[in-house]
Structure formats: structure tokens, C-alpha cells
């Protein structure tokens, strides 16, 4: 079936280092992703979206990369800081601006 | 900076009591969502809406969920019938033309 889902529950990195999240989708007329912070307690946050006529796109720290070859997504996040440390959700946009979410990354920054 | 309110922050029914979750999307949003998430897992899609009707809504949203617009500021979910495994995070999104979904903080909903 259609699904969105990520290849490691937890992901642990030094402050100070690179991270990078993935995610495979199955769904190849996805067009539009989108990469959510959760922090605990609180609702997911946007962090970046990308649509499928890129491969890349950069924000603050964040850069999503898109692979519509082999159907994968991934975030990475330059100079790891504490305040990262959440879960990384990928979501896809389906018809009627559904988002279908992974099953989340739990990023943990060690000082 | 605007953002989507939720009340309550908890709340503990007794099974097959109804539930009313509420939010306050932001202001001229048009578009309106709710999700959930079962503790440990993925966020799950449930319903969709825009100008005053579902415009989706997933298997989960089953007859015993409603939701509702009453007053052009809040949107509530309903469900009629509480069971166990309705247990969850249930959170509020609300969106404008073109722009991404903005989530609430959530209500966890405790089933007893």
C-alpha cells in the first residue's frame, strides 16, 4: 500500500555536528513533502517543504533533499544545537490537503 | 505571532461519555484539520475542512466522530461514544491559501 515511513527511530549526534533524517516513500505521484519538528508536548512544526520538480531546497540550517529516483526524502540539520533535540516527522500531501506522516525520528543532541 | 489554540489540554472521560474537543483556528484560515496521535505512534489524518463541510475525512472518522464550525471561530470535534482505544493525541490544524498547516498544541484525550 501507499505509505510514508522513516528508516531509524532514533537518531543521537554530538552539538555541534550535522544530522541527517530520512525518509522513503512508496507513493510516486507524491508531488508535495513536508518535514515536521515535534517537540514534546507540543503539535508538529513546520520545518521545510519541498515539491517534487526539486531536488533541493535550503532554509535556516535545514536542507531537504528529494530523490524522486529512488522514492526518498531526507532533512539535514547543520550545527546541531540542543534545541533540535525533538521527534522529525516527513509527511506527504495526498488529494484534499491530506498529510499522511511517517512514523518519526527521535533526533537526541548530546552537549 | 498567531497561533492555533486548543482546550482542554487533558481531558479524562469515562468510556461511552461523549467528548467535545475545541479550537481556535487563526484568523482567516480557511482550511481546517484534525489529527491524531496514539501515544508511540505516527500522526494520523482524520478530517478535513473548508467552507463549512468535510471536505475529507479518513477511515478513522468513523459515525461516531462529527465536527463542527459554529460560530466562525472555533471548530470542535465531537465524539459521541467514547471507547479505550480512542485514547490519543488530538490536534487542531488550520491553514490559508497557499501557506502550510499550523498545528495546535493538542488535547490528550484519556479514556477510562
Known amino acids: 500500500g501507499e505509505s510514508v515511513g522513516l528508516h531509524l527511530p532514533t537518531l543521537s549526534v554530538q552539538e555541534g555536528d550535522n544530522s541527517i533524517i530520512n525518509c522513503a516513500y512508496s507513493?510516486?505521484?507524491?508531488?508535495?513533502f513536508i518535514w515536521y519538528k515535534q517537540e514534546s508536548g507540543k503539535g508538529p512544526q513546520f520545518i521545510i517543504d519541498i515539491r517534487s520538480n526539486m531536488d533541493k531546497r535550503q532554509g535556516q540550517r535545514v536542507t531537504v533533499l528529494l530523490n524522486k529516483t529512488v522514492k526518498h526524502l531526507s532533512l539535514q540539520i547543520a550545527a546541531t544545537q540542543p534545541g533540535d533535540s525533538a521527534v522529525y516527522f516527513c509527511?506527504?500531501?495526498?488529494?484534499?490537503?491530506?498529510?499522511?506522516f511517517g512514523g518519526g525520528t527521535r533526533l537526541m543532541v548530546k552537549p | 505571532e498567531p497561533e492555533v489554540t486548543q482546550t482542554p489540554s487533558h481531558q479524562v472521560t469515562q468510556m461511552g461519555q461523549e467528548v467535545i474537543l475545541r479550537c481556535v483556528p487563526i484568523?482567516?484560515?480557511?482550511?481546517f484539520y484534525w489529527y491524531r496521535q496514539i501515544l508511540g505512534q505516527k500522526v494520523e489524518f482524520l478530517v478535513s475542512?473548508?467552507?463549512?463541510?468535510?471536505?475529507?475525512k479518513s477511515e478513522i472518522f468513523d459515525d461516531q466522530f462529527s465536527v463542527e464550525r459554529p460560530d466562525g471561530s472555533n471548530f470542535t470535534l465531537k465524539i459521541r461514544s467514547t471507547k479505550l482505544e480512542d485514547s490519543a493525541m488530538y490536534f487542531c490544524?488550520?491553514?490559508?491559501?497557499?501557506?502550510?498547516?499550523?498545528f495546535g498544541q493538542g488535547t490528550r484525550l484519556t479514556v477510562v
Open positions: 490544524a488550520s491553514e490559508a491559501e497557499n501557506t502550510e498547516a499550523f
Open positions: 475542512f473548508y467552507n463549512n463541510e468535510i471536505s475529507e
Open positions: 507513493n510516486s505521484a507524491s508531488d508535495y
Open positions: 484568523s482567516n484560515h480557511l482550511y
Open positions: 509527511a506527504e500531501m495526498n488529494a484534499g490537503n491530506m498529510l499522511t
